[in-house]
């Protein structure tokens, strides 16, 4: 199949082709691709990535003249190619209409890639999937029959993680005067607030802190002030007496929010304020009309209690026959299956979280032996 592409540069994409990468998504769950809704999809994020890394391009497809198909990457000198924002994207691949075919070979020809890496593959992406090395479940909260259908769901599903929550909240509310939850925070002194907790738990928890990496602080503040019709970076809330003590940032589209930066405050951990909150976001977005909250990929206990089903996000890489394709396989492949074995065995995935708490908790000066 012969594809007219053309790739652009961020500021290159006219306003004409972004209405029409909008238009996709918002068409998406019509024909049977809800996935492809993901903000992490949209052209608001691809461009916002661009701000702050170099390489970012968007190859778009044309049939008859008019765009059918949008690719955004990142892409290094040597055609080395990556997702946009490989690493804190939750949901990647190529944003298309209905019965749209395409050949992954020919596509990272005409964009110069020699290869694109992915971590988080949309489910359909098939052209892509063959090079998947791994596939993942991404939790969801679906909300689209409204918050009571979605608390009924909890009772029967979910009893003892319902029951013991509900019952922390009214233990809260008996040692405060009021609780208050903001859905969509515009202080940024609270989205400051938020990172503050979030890096404390990376280093508590012996994580990566992301927000030590200028470019991730720079991305999520910028987000945070885009607001389109289809798009926004949406903060909540859960204030107790006007303090925050739960708090979440992440991008929702027209029909999806994706949970990227939840935290909350320690001293208020034994009320579990962070699955407050998330009953709260589950119960404004239902109110919005708002398909499903994606918890994203990862092994936690209060995704397995908060949700109703799962999608599936693959990672690996599509490649052409080419010397730096091969290099960049050999160099990642291995550590990459390490660490897939390792997240994916609760044998050797609870001792290596223990080791990591562990680690930060001497990092932090509060490790005694």
Known sequence: MDLDIDVYRPGELSAADRAAWTALQSKAHLHGSPELANPFLSPEFALAVGRYRRGVRIAVVREGGEPAAFFPHQRSATGVGRAVGLGVSDSQGLVHGPGFTWDAQELLRACGLALWEFDHLAQGQEPFEAGATGSFASPVIDVQDGYEAYLAYLRKNSPK?????????????????????????????????????????????????????????????????????????????????????????????????????????????????????????????????????????????????????????????????????????????????????????????????????????????????
Not at 185 to 211: C, H, I, N, V
């Open 161 to 369: 993680f319902i029951k013991s929550t509900l019952l922390k909240e009214r233990r809260l509310l008996r040692t405060v005067d009021e609780l208050r939850y903001v859905h969509d925070e515009r202080d940024p002194a609270a989205l400051r607030t938020l990172m503050r907790w979030k890096s404390a738990q990376y280093r508590r928890t012996g994580r990566s802190d992301r927000f030590a990496q200028p470019w991730i602080t720079g991305l999520v503040e910028h987000l945070f002030h885009t607001r389109t019709d289809s798009f926004s970076g949406l903060l909540s809330v859960l204030y107790a007496d006007g303090r925050p003590i739960a708090a979440h940032f992440g991008p929702r589209s027209e029909r999806i929010i994706s949970c990227w930066f939840p935290a909350y405050d320690p001293e208020f951990a034994k009320f579990s304020p962070g699955l407050l909150m998330h009953l709260r976001i589950a119960e404004a977005a239902a109110a919005e009309g708002i398909a499903y909250i994606d918890l994203g990929r990862g092994q936690k206990q209060y995704k397995d209690s908060l949700k109703t089903r799962e999608i599936t996000v693959s990672e690996g890489w599509v490649m052409r026959r080419h010397p730096i394709a091969l290099g960049r396989w050999a160099h990642r492949a291995p550590v990459r299956a390490l660490r897939n074995t390792v997240a994916e065995r609760p044998e050797l995935f609870e001792p290596a979280d223990r080791l990591l708490k562990r680690i930060g908790e001497f990092r932090s000066g509060r490790f005694r032996m």
